[in-house]
């Protein structure tokens, strides 16, 4: 990781959360954590169950609490303050779009993308670009996004996910601590421990998770 090596050396007392003697990958993930980093994750837990529950009562809407609720347990594991503060500044307003191009922002896109569909925006990008088998799927599937993108770039409200929103949520927090290296056996515990869609979770759909974000990952890597 860039964040400073989350998982340097330290002791039970330090005041980052990660704990650095952790290599055995059979080991329980709360083994891999230091206490404080477990004390987090265990609140997140907790929270997700009352916040998942409400945000489930709008299936067409995006879980924007959820979603917060993730990006405050990292800021909290890195030990940075959550601020909600405003300037009382409104934003510049955008100059009016010139182009066709400029209705649209790509990151919208891409993030539509993933949510809706299991393979990588890079990857579809490639197939749509080069032609051949497959690009006709591709072109109708960044069509379809974009018109959603449009859409929100307007003001309608942001679709909801299609794509197992909490396990790839999980599994991303995984990866941001640095269990992701445990046993996919491993993996189902701490999904099991911290995940509120109520079912069990089995080792090999957690690894065919895994295997479906490392396709994205190498289709970036193949567009740099």
């Not at 990292?74 to 959550?82: F, G, P």
Request: glycine share 6%; proline share 5%; aromatic share 8%.
């Amino acid at each position: 990781m860039s964040d400073g090596g989350i998982r340097c050396t330290l002791d039970k007392q330090s005041e980052t959360p990660f704990n650095a003697d952790v290599t055995n990958s059979q080991r329980r993930w709360k083994n891999s954590l230091t206490e404080k980093g477990v004390a987090i994750l265990e609140n997140l837990a907790e929270e997700l169950r009352h916040i998942w529950a409400e945000d489930s009562k709008y299936p067409k809407a995006y879980p924007l609490s959820t979603n917060d609720l993730f990006r405050e347990a990292k800021l909290r594991l890195l030990n940075r303050k959550i601020s909600w503060s405003r300037t009382g500044k409104l934003p510049p307003v955008p100059a009016p779009p010139k182009r066709f191009a400029e209705l649209f922002e790509e990151r919208d896109i891409k993030a539509l993308y993933e949510d809706k569909f299991s393979d990588s925006y890079d990857e579809a990008i490639r197939l749509a670009g080069i032609g051949g088998q497959g690009a006709g799927k591709a072109v109708h599937k960044l069509l379809k996004v974009a018109r959603e993108a449009y859409y929100v770039r307007m003001g309608c409200e942001y679709p909801a996910p299609r794509v197992h929103f909490l396990h790839r949520q999980l599994l991303e927090l995984a990866e941001f601590i640095e269990i992701d290296d445990l046993t996919n056996k491993g993996l189902e515990e701490f999904f099991d421990d911290t995940c509120p869609c109520g079912k069990k979770h089995k080792a090999e759909a957690i690894r065919k998770l895994k295997i479906r974000k490392q396709s994205r990952s190498k289709g970036r890597l193949k567009r740099i």
